[in-house]
């Protein structure tokens, strides 16, 4: 009885807790905090950092002074994590978390990955611990940014941008990641067992990466069997006998894929194998 008892007792202690800390009354942060992450070759770039507003102030020579160590936001340092190896600015990255500062000058930004990812602004900055310092030029933008931005842009399999941007003023850093190798082991290994679930992005990955086409077409003939009345393939394949050089059975294929988009009513299809067709005309 007695335990049964402590136990009520304890769960409804735990219950006002949560109940009171859930009470709690907040105030906003006038610097609001973002989270960006982004898909990147086999891993993925997250970054977490605090949106000042311009606020009538002068920003770049003004609150954040020329030459001066920036936090690259406010409130708590900037912080970037990659789950993969990459390379910014030629410079090999290992995966982890770093902390994000820059100095901006009037042509010239130093950009800065810190080892020391938990820190507050830039006051206990040392350069001691930079993993990496590299510059980049900034860029004027007519359309005023209101409030600090940081956003990926031009990204692909192979390369991304974070662009920093605020008042008139935007940044960018440039980074690329080689999995090439681990993609092609994956690709072989996947290859072994199932296919069907793997075909589309494997004979895409062979065609955008100009890896071996009779291997890829080969996979295609392959899918075709177990899916004939799909378009996608039929695209896939038109684009790449056009690689290979033939014209004519690219036309064919494309012309296929056409014919069984129609037939299933799907218009994304009917229009990308429209567009093979008339590059293989123009080809």
Same mark, same amino acid.
């Given at each position: 009885?007695?335990?049964?008892?402590?136990?009520?007792?304890?769960?409804?202690?735990?219950?006002?807790?949560?109940?009171?800390?859930?009470?709690?009354?907040?105030?906003?942060?006038?610097?609001?905090?973002?989270?960006?992450?982004?898909?990147?070759?086999?891993?993925?770039?997250?970054?977490?950092?605090?949106?000042?507003?311009?606020?009538?102030?002068?920003?770049?020579?003004?609150?954040?002074?020329?030459?001066?160590?920036?936090? +690259?936001? &406010?409130? =708590?340092? $900037? !912080?970037?994590?990659? @789950?993969?190896?990459?390379?910014?600015?030629? #410079?090999?990255?290992? *995966?982890?978390?770093?902390?994000?500062?820059?100095?901006?000058?009037?042509?010239?930004?130093?950009?800065?990955?810190?080892?020391?990812?938990?820190?507050?602004?830039?006051?206990?900055?040392?350069?001691?611990?930079?993993?990496?310092?590299?510059?980049?030029?900034?860029?004027?933008?007519?359309?005023?940014?209101?409030?600090? +931005?940081? &956003?990926? =842009?031009? $990204? !692909?399999?192979?390369? @991304?941008?974070?662009?920093?941007?605020?008042? #008139?003023?935007?940044? *960018?850093?440039?980074?690329?990641?080689?999995?090439?190798?681990?993609?092609?082991?994956?690709?072989?290994?996947?290859?072994?067992?199932?296919?069907?679930?793997?075909?589309?992005?494997?004979?895409?990955?062979?065609?955008?990466?100009?890896?071996?086409?009779?291997?890829?077409?080969?996979?295609?003939?392959?899918?075709?069997?177990?899916?004939?009345?799909?378009?996608?393939?039929?695209?896939?394949?038109?684009?790449?006998?056009?690689?290979?050089?033939?014209?004519?059975?690219?036309?064919?294929?494309?012309?296929?894929?056409?014919?069984?988009?129609?037939?299933?009513?799907?218009?994304?299809?009917?229009?990308?194998?429209?567009?093979?067709?008339?590059?293989?005309?123009?080809?």
């Amino acid at each position: 009885m007695r335990k049964t008892y402590l136990f009520l007792v304890t769960m409804l202690l735990a219950c006002v807790s949560y109940k009171s800390y859930a009470q709690i009354p907040r105030i906003p942060e006038a610097s609001s905090t973002q989270t960006i992450i982004q898909d990147f070759g086999l891993g993925k770039v997250t970054v977490t950092y605090s949106r000042p507003n311009v606020k009538d102030r002068k920003i770049f020579g003004g609150i954040i002074p020329y030459g001066e160590v920036w936090r +690259t936001g &406010a409130n =708590a340092a $900037t !912080t970037i994590t990659f @789950t993969e190896k990459i390379m910014i600015d030629g #410079h090999s990255v290992p *995966a982890g978390t770093y902390s994000l500062f820059s100095i901006p000058q009037r042509g010239e930004w130093t950009i800065i990955l810190n080892k020391t990812a938990k820190q507050w602004g830039a006051y206990s900055y040392k350069q001691a611990d930079d993993l990496l310092r590299f510059t980049v030029k900034p860029i004027r933008v007519s359309e005023k940014r209101e409030t600090f +931005t940081m &956003a990926f =842009a031009n $990204t !692909t399999t192979k390369a @991304t941008d974070l662009y920093l941007v605020w008042d #008139h003023t935007a940044a *960018a850093i440039h980074m690329e990641t080689d999995d090439d190798a681990k993609i092609m082991a994956n690709i072989d290994n996947l290859m072994k067992g199932d296919r069907k679930p793997y075909y589309f992005n494997a004979i895409q990955w062979y065609y955008e990466n100009n890896k071996d086409v009779d291997k890829a077409l080969g996979w295609v003939a392959e899918a075709e069997k177990e899916d004939p009345k799909g378009p996608w393939f039929k695209l896939w394949k038109s684009r790449l006998l056009l690689k290979k050089g033939d014209k004519p059975g690219a036309i064919a294929a494309a012309e296929e894929g056409i014919e069984l988009s129609k037939a299933s009513n799907d218009d994304e299809y009917l229009r990308l194998n429209l567009e093979a067709l008339n590059h293989a005309k123009s080809y």
